[in-house]
């Protein structure tokens, strides 16, 4: 059975109400480590990935050879094919990434999104959340390692 249904949380899917470039972002990441977890994650996955220095395209380096540098880079990834997810690993301080909501539409959408939050949140053992477009203190719903799946943050009946 899926974490969420999409007549549940379609206002959370909704560009207009969310912005199309909901953020994400994993609480309690701290670290060069936490990052290579992910990079880690990307790599074993089989998802398609590609790691972007300005317009060139290159390998993914270790996360702490990324972070020593001052343009970092963009780690692309699409967790199934026509879905992107754009990493920014610019500071280790933080994990965050972008999701394009016109591209997680009905439930397919709702279980890719549920899919790539808990893989990322399993593998560092953290709660990974969603907010609308640039509203970082209000989360709508996220990875919860406590019940180990992606639950609702929010009232998705807001409007």
Not at 69 to 74: H, W, Y
Not at 133 to 149: I, K, N, S, W
Request: aromatic share 10%; with cysteine.
């Amino acid at each position: 059975m899926p974490d969420l249904l999409w007549d549940d949380v379609k206002n959370f899917f909704d560009p207009d109400v969310m912005g199309a470039l909901p953020d994400v972002f994993v609480e309690g990441t701290s670290s060069v480590e936490d990052w290579q977890a992910v990079f880690d994650l990307v790599r074993a996955s089989g998802w398609a990935w590609e790691f972007l220095e300005g317009d060139a395209v290159g390998p993914l380096p270790s996360a702490a050879e990324v972070l020593r540098r001052s343009a970092g880079g963009v780690l692309r990834v699409w967790p199934v094919p026509g879905v992107l997810a754009i990493f920014r690993p610019w500071s280790a301080e933080g994990i965050e990434f972008d999701v394009d909501l016109r591209e997680l539409q009905g439930q397919h959408g709702v279980e890719v999104l549920c899919g790539l939050l808990a893989a990322v949140g399993r593998r560092l053992g953290m709660q990974v959340v969603m907010t609308a477009e640039g509203d970082y203190g209000h989360p709508v719903l996220g990875f919860d390692p406590a019940v180990d799946g992606v639950v609702l943050m929010a009232d998705p009946n807001f409007r």
